[in-house]
């Protein structure tokens, strides 16, 4: 018999993915199942972007640079400078989501074997891409308390060895919804050089920032030019998750130097993808507003509506779209199957995330679960009924 | 100062990578460069194809399930059924080009250290990709006189230890042309079963077969469903090399269940190009009629114009769209530098792909290049012309 390798065995299935079957199976039985685990807004694609994609006129669908299109890596440059953030375009690789920057970043900076930390809770899928690229993590423990603040320094401190090669937060982070300001950003940077680690920040939901904050980027720290990897996707920033379009972007040339290289094996991005991307550059101004104006209000009846229900504790989300609420129950893994395969409230049920997934530390967040906010409010207060309901009627307490 | 990785400083530069700056110079000096170095087909995508992406009529382009489209994987598995190859659609992942399916493979069978058997001349991002993996080839050396036929059964016997895990085949070959036999891969199967090996079978160039031979998969191979893994792409069969579609397909169930995680990690592949695809596989058969005529025209032209070369030696291929040949010159990476910086016919010249980057055994395939024939024939009567007199021309033999 062939056998599966060590690093196949070792990629974690995540916990949302286990509650599939169940949720089909609620969706067999004519249930309606509101979909709150989720990171896939319904909010609609510019159409400025969708038209870019329409109105091609080539014979051939080709190939482009490894590194993308110039002409989107150039006017990428641009957008960036227009948030502060200075680069040139060769400073920029466009990967295949922000998932292939993730891995380039990983694999360019980082031997198997080699170490990473990163605050949890945080996005589950670092894991399958730390454990692709045979590399370990090292959790620091941000806490639901403290909104999920970055953790002391201390903390950090206390688990950099010489195996640590690198930390990567995501910021607005997913899943915490928790916008990191300047003084925690400079007081990464700090460890960062301190230590001589990379810093990987993943910018994926840096248009999504709420009540007058802006975000700071990782690109804008002084001083730590050859550590800085930003890795990005426009997935998020203009709800056309499925072009798998991202990018890696970094001042550290040598980084560029080896990242294509990587790039260059797998020939080039989509190039569909990366019209659309250039297209959605030009999206015009009212687009934002109105995504903005519908999350805050999403947001806000969110988190009052669940703060409200008894035991229930959530902190207010500063951006992205999710918040992390801790539940009054036993195993929040076993509240999100019991929630597809036993409850109902009026026909309906609720699809939420464990944070089980979302932390390396075994046994923590138990009793928390990740809501995402990618439904319209009308939906929103239906499943907020059942979940009231629902941790009525729960008998693992 | 922060190092780079082992692994990335080990990633490999493909010798034509390192060709393109003398190329654009060439152009610069308003040269004209006939490009016989790529794998990227003049002949147009199919209409069908780019009409389904034209006519698209949703409202946000959305992740696709992590394995792709189920429409689409239904589809495909009827395809394969056409040609001969019994599977189930959940055999297949929908990957990002053949590229992804051949990194999956890698990953989620062969663990970092393992060994992989692979004949050269290869396709030289087979090395990136097991770079990538942490994996190390081990070539077995297929010869220009021999055509490039499958290397003898006791050639592959000699190198296999505990330490091999699987042998790689590209069928038809890139970069030789070469098409393997029935009876060559039913040697690979013995192979195969006796040493308890993974078979991972690159046919993305399926459907370019020539004088009536036909393509034998190895998934038509009996006895060995667990151990063949296939992995295929739209990119050549549609000419369609910008959508980044691929796929790996396989009957083992374990594989199918770990590669997916992999999937999972990076959420879905593209999903416009998906669209492509799908729609691709309705197209008429007089497509392939047409590209079939066009390249047999090509080819034999090519191949005959190269022959009648002095000192020139090109077997016939009978598959893809690749020629391997055999130069009267003393280096290959150096002659078709001097094609580009130093040569010119008419104010025209040639680019074509070194060999040695086909090679993993130091020194192989020095006097020889693969010539790619993408372009129309006209274009390639003045390649050769250009070739006749470089070939001449040339100072170093």
New interface residues.
């Given amino acids: 018999?062939?056998q599966?390798?060590?690093?196949?065995?070792a990629?974690?299935?995540?916990p949302i993915?286990k509650l599939v079957p169940y949720a089909e199976e609620a969706k067999r039985k004519g249930r309606k199942v509101y979909h709150l685990n989720i990171g896939?807004?319904?909010?609609?694609?510019p159409e400025i972007?969708?038209d870019a994609?329409?109105?091609?006129d080539f014979?051939?669908?080709?190939?482009?640079h490894s590194a993308g299109f110039e002409s989107y890596r150039k006017k990428l440059a641009e957008y960036y400078h227009k948030i502060g953030v200075t680069i040139n375009y060769t400073d920029i690789i466009i990967t295949?989501?922000g998932?292939?920057a993730i891995?380039f970043a990983m694999?360019?900076?980082?031997?198997?074997g080699?170490e990473i930390i990163i605050p949890e809770p945080f996005y589950a899928?670092y894991i399958?891409?730390a454990t692709?690229a045979?590399l370990k993590i090292v959790p620091v423990t941000a806490h639901i308390e403290d909104g999920f603040a970055l953790p002391p320094i201390e903390d950090f401190e206390k688990h950099i060895t010489p195996g640590v090669k690198a930390i990567i937060i995501c910021n607005p982070n997913n899943p915490t919804g928790y916008l990191y300001s300047k003084d925690e950003l400079e007081k990464l940077r700090n460890i960062v050089q301190k230590h001589?680690?990379?810093l990987f920040s993943d910018e994926v939901y840096r248009e999504f920032c709420y009540d007058g904050l802006t975000h700071y980027s990782a690109l804008q720290l002084k001083g730590i030019d050859?550590?800085v990897v930003l890795l990005d996707s426009v997935s998020k920033r203009y709800?056309?998750?499925?072009?798998?379009i991202g990018a890696l972007i970094t001042r550290?040339k040598?980084?560029i130097d080896?990242?294509i290289?990587?790039a260059?094996?797998?020939?080039?991005?989509?190039?569909?993808?990366q019209i659309?991307g250039e297209a959605s550059i030009d999206t015009p101004k009212e687009y934002f507003v109105q995504v903005y104006n519908e999350y805050i209000e999403r947001r806000n009846y969110l988190v009052e509506a669940l703060n409200k229900i008894e035991g229930v504790f959530c902190p207010m989300p500063k951006g992205a779209f999710y918040a992390m609420v801790r539940l009054p129950v036993d195993d929040a893994d076993r509240f999100a199957q019991w929630l597809l395969e036993d409850f109902e409230y009026e026909n309906q049920t609720v699809m939420i995330a464990p944070a089980s997934g979302f932390y390396a530390t075994k046994g923590r967040g138990l009793n928390e679960a990740r809501i995402a906010y990618v439904l319209k409010k009308q939906d929103l207060e239906k499943a907020m009924k059942c979940m009231e309901v629902a941790l009525k009627q729960y008998p693992g307490k």
């Fill in positions: 018999m062939v599966i390798s060590e690093r196949g065995k990629m974690p299935q995540s993915r896939q807004p319904d909010l609609p694609t972007a969708l994609i329409k109105n091609i014979k051939v669908i080709e190939y482009s295949t989501g998932s292939e891995s694999k360019t900076c980082m031997d198997p080699d899928n399958g891409f692709a045979s001589n680690l990379y050859d550590h709800s056309e998750c499925g072009v798998r550290n040598k980084i080896h990242a290289r990587f260059q094996a797998r020939l080039s991005p989509p190039t569909l993808g659309v």
